[in-house]
């Protein structure tokens, strides 16, 4: 059956793969056929690649804004690197999977994203079916038959990293309303994936972007009312890689915090000391500032109240410098912290939130809150080309990053630290209304990352 934008399947596919790619992104799709997804696809830059010439000249007449090219997965020439890299129902026919994912190597950079797509070996009966009364177009009919784990060990053997995985379509034909409920609804239910047409599994090959110590790093603390911390801050802060900045931006403080900062700036000229007032209120609106200031490679965010261990930014810069995460978060909630440091009450809010958003982002998070958040700063750009997204819904900073990075499908690592108590002042977080607006957020993340 000819592929057009009317089909349900197709169209389902397409519109998933535009949440996941950015229209400004460099595409190739590797087993094209005759080239409908990529040629609908937006995307800035798009090549097709197929090893059927036929397939291949008739993709050419149809989208000529495409680059069409004859190559064989198993035997690829291309050395171009994209942003992103197709692989739609291919690997099912291929007879050497692993030899597939060494020769794409060659197009990934470190922000690279494989995006994989195959069927579920379940449904072959279903897909022999549905040829045989002309419901779905003829082709090779699933020579392997791999559960999503087995690809995923397959990807690790070739050095791929898996970074999530979808389940898709319950019921690949349109059928009102019963469409929308089993593919959006039911098939998120757990265990009901396993059930699913198709797996979609997001990989990356984990490059080293820059030797360590090349980097250069900013440290961002909001600071509103912290007078007695600031000092303390400064001294245990570590130098990291080339160069470490402190930015220090304050939030319009009654205790003289301000005053504070620019008297640490004069006492420590031999330190990168940089203070400034956020232009808004709210934590969010200072991180923002402080991201704009900011002018290392890589970008920490560290609460003033020092409740986790300035010493611990070591931990949280071998993580990002080695790749072995592109946001590295604080985890509170592994190690036993001190008897004041968390109330009850927060607790058990952090461990809902920790299992809501794990859900939401396809990514095991235990602990959301924690507000030392390290990433590059150039990832901090794209995030903050899509925040229109999800609009201005965080006053807080936090999930704007969280929600920016699963959405880009960057790599979420968590650190563990020992969360220490208050020293110096009250906290500034309002239990019911902060709690309130998170599950405003968390309604508004399902809505846009799992109702898609």
């Not at 535009?18 to 798009?46: D, M, N, Q, W």
């Not at 790749?323 to 509170?332: D, F, P, Q, S, W």
């Not at 968390?342 to 461990?351: A, E, I, P, Q």
């Amino acid at each position: 059956m000819r592929f057009d934008k009317g089909n349900y399947y197709y169209s389902e596919l397409l519109r998933f793969l535009e949440f996941l790619i950015p229209p400004s992104s460099s595409v190739i799709h590797i087993g094209c056929r005759t080239g409908e997804i990529i040629g609908y696809l937006k995307a800035s830059h798009k090549v097709g690649v197929d090893i059927n010439p036929q397939f291949v000249k008739h993709a050419r007449e149809r989208f000529q804004d495409v680059e069409f090219i004859v190559d064989d997965i198993e035997n690829l020439h291309l050395k171009e690197t994209f942003d992103y890299v197709l692989l739609i129902n291919v690997i099912e026919h291929v007879n050497d999977i692993q030899r597939c994912f060494e020769n794409i190597k060659p197009l990934c950079r470190c922000d690279t994203r494989v995006i994989i797509i195959y069927f579920n070996y379940l449904w072959e009966p279903v897909l022999r079916l549905a040829e045989m009364i002309g419901l779905r177009r003829r082709r090779q009919l699933l020579e392997l038959y791999l559960s999503a784990e087995d690809l995923e060990g397959l990807l690790s053997l070739s050095d791929f990293e898996p970074v999530k995985r979808f389940d898709r379509f319950l019921l690949p034909v349109y059928i009102p309303w019963l469409s929308y409920i089993l593919n959006n609804l039911v098939v998120k239910l757990p265990f009901m994936g396993r059930l699913a047409l198709n797996y979609i599994i997001i990989a990356r090959l984990p490059l080293i972007r820059k030797p360590s110590e090349f980097v250069s790093c900013s440290v961002i603390v909001p600071c509103r009312n912290e007078r007695g911390n600031i000092e303390e801050l400064v001294k245990r802060v570590p130098q990291l890689g080339r160069a470490t900045e402190v930015l220090f931006i304050e939030g319009h403080s009654k205790d003289g915090t301000y005053e504070e900062c620019l008297r640490v700036q004069r006492m420590y000229k031999t330190l990168d000391i940089k203070v400034f007032t956020q232009d808004g209120i709210g934590k969010g609106d200072a991180v923002l500032k402080g991201f704009r200031e900011a002018t290392g490679d890589v970008v920490m965010i560290l609460d003033a109240d020092l409740t986790v261990p300035p010493e611990d930014l070591e931990k949280f810069f071998d993580a990002i410098a080695s790749n072995k995460g592109e946001l590295v978060m604080g985890n509170r909630l592994m190690y036993q912290m001190e008897s004041q440091a968390m109330r009850r009450l927060n607790l058990v809010g952090n461990k809902f939130f920790s299992v809501m958003f794990t859900f939401l982002l396809c990514q095991r998070i235990k602990d959301t809150l924690c507000g030392t958040k390290v990433l590059w700063k150039e990832d901090h750009l794209k995030i903050l080309a899509g925040k229109g997204y999800f609009g201005d819904i965080d006053p807080f900073g936090d999930f704007e990053l969280i929600l920016g990075a699963a959405k880009l499908n960057l790599k979420i690592v968590e650190i563990p630290i020992r969360y220490r108590e208050r020293v110096y002042g009250t906290t500034q977080i309002e239990r019911f209304k902060h709690g309130l607006l998170l599950l405003k957020m968390v309604m508004i993340a399902f809505r846009k990352l799992k109702l898609v």
